[in-house]
Each structure stands twice: as structure tokens, then as C-alpha cells.
């Protein structure tokens, strides 16, 4: 069965410390996986997609596929980073979330 | 008004009542979706119109009925539905529904959601 995890539900770090929000998945086949993010009272958006290599918002994600892992990193957390963190594999076009990781980032 | 509008915002229907969601994307796409997002459950995918056909199901009970009259309008309609069907309901549209390796067509943008609430 394809199973997406996200293991903590509540991460609370310290502006300027690392956050690392931790994603694994279990497909068949090579998904694409994504980042979705929700800053409050706005809508579900991408953050960034493992294809493209690309830094968002001082944001990366490294697709370890021995691991099965799509982890979310940025080494300097900032308070707008506050906000809910899906982590998204795509198998064909259906788009799955994990449950969620909710980031603070307290002053 | 620009992006993805769902109409209405909130909603409190009985068993028995019959309603409708609707959603409005202005960004030219091609490709809708429907989404449940339950307080205890991860956001599901519901159903996936790609040129006004449908091309998933997500084993979504008949009391749910999609129809996407054209490629900007996708409407939900609801019937006879249980309280465990109150969540927030959420529409989403992309360029395409697949795309190719790197391209951007499949990013989903979403709207700002529909809470059903059925007593």
C-alpha cells in the first residue's frame, strides 16, 4: 500500500536554529515528491518540488530513495517560517499528503 | 477575482438536505480536483477532472456527485450526506494533470476551502 509519514506532528525551534522536517514514503515505483506548505490564513501552496533541485524560501529537500525519505531542511529558521508542512509523493497524478508537521519558530 | 474561488466558505446542511459546492479557478487550466480534509485525517483526494473528464474516482461514496461543466467550473454536489462527512472540503486546479519530468504543468494551486458541517 502507498503510505506517506510524517512523524512529528509539532516541531517548535528557535529563530536562527536548523529545522528539519522528516518525510518517508512508501510507493511502488519513483514518485515525484513535494513540499506543500500552509502559513495561517492562507491557502495550501507548493514550497518545492525534489525534481527541480531547487532552494525556496532557504528551504531544500534531498530525495534519499534507499531510505525512502523526502526530509525538509533550512539551516537558519526564521518566524515566518511558522506554518503547516505537508509532504506530498505524486504516483501518476494523484497527489497524497502526509498528515502534516506544524512548525513554530519562536523568537 | 484571481486564482482558485470556492463558493460557499461555510456550510451547515441536515441528513437530508441537498447542496452544492462550487469552484471557480481563473488561471486557464486544465485540470480540477476535489479534496477532503477531516480533523482527524490526512487532506484526501476525492476526484480528478482533466478537459471536463473525469479520470478519478477515489472510491468516494455516491452521495458525493462531481460535475465540471467546463475546464474553469468544477461543482461537488451533495445529498443525503452523514455528520461524518463535515470536514473541509478543498478544490485545486493545475496546467495538466501529469506533466513531464521538471516541467511545472502538474503544480496544484489550491482555494481556500469549503467547512461542511452536517448535523
Known amino acids: 500500500a502507498q503510505r506517506v509519514t510524517q512523524p512529528e506532528k509539532l516541531l517548535s525551534v528557535f529563530k536562527g536554529a536548523p529545522v528539519e522536517l522528516k518525510c518517508n514514503y512508501s510507493?511502488?515505483?519513483?514518485?515525484?515528491l513535494f513540499w506543500y506548505v500552509q502559513y495561517s490564513r492562507q491557502r495550501l501552496q507548493l514550497l518545492l518540488r525534489?525534481?527541480s533541485r531547487e532552494s525556496i524560501k532557504g528551504f531544500t529537500a534531498d530525495l534519499n530513495k534507499g531510505e525512502t525519505s523526502f526530509h525538509l531542511k533550512k539551516p537558519f529558521a526564521q518566524e515566518e517560517d511558522s506554518a503547516m508542512y505537508y509532504c506530498?509523493?505524486?504516483?501518476?497524478?494523484?497527489?497524497?499528503f502526509g498528515a502534516g508537521t506544524t512548525v513554530t519558530v519562536r523568537a | 477575482e484571481t486564482g482558485v474561488t470556492q463558493t460557499p466558505r461555510h456550510l451547515v446542511m441536515g441528513m437530508t438536505n441537498k447542496k452544492s459546492l462550487k469552484c471557480e479557478q481563473h488561471?486557464?487550466?486544465?485540470?480540477m480536483y476535489w479534496y477532503k480534509q477531516s480533523a482527524k485525517k490526512p487532506l484526501e483526494l476525492m476526484f480528478v477532472?482533466?478537459?471536463?473528464?473525469?479520470?478519478e474516482n477515489n472510491s468516494v461514496p455516491s452521495r458525493f456527485s462531481p460535475e465540471c461543466p467546463n475546464s474553469s467550473h468544477l461543482f461537488l454536489h451533495l445529498h443525503t450526506l452523514q455528520p461524518e462527512d463535515s470536514a473541509l472540503y478543498l478544490c485545486?486546479?493545475?496546467?495538466?494533470?501529469?506533466?513531464?519530468?521538471?516541467?511545472?504543468?502538474?503544480?496544484?494551486?489550491f482555494g481556500p476551502g469549503t467547512r461542511l458541517t452536517v448535523l
Open positions: 485545486a486546479s493545475s496546467q495538466d494533470i501529469g506533466g513531464l519530468a521538471g516541467g511545472r504543468g502538474d503544480t496544484q494551486y
Open positions: 510507493y511502488s515505483g519513483s514518485p515525484e
Open positions: 525534489h525534481i
Open positions: 506530498a509523493p505524486r504516483s501518476d497524478y494523484k497527489l497524497s
Open positions: 488561471l486557464g487550466h486544465n485540470a
Open positions: 477532472y482533466s478537459l471536463e473528464e473525469r479520470v
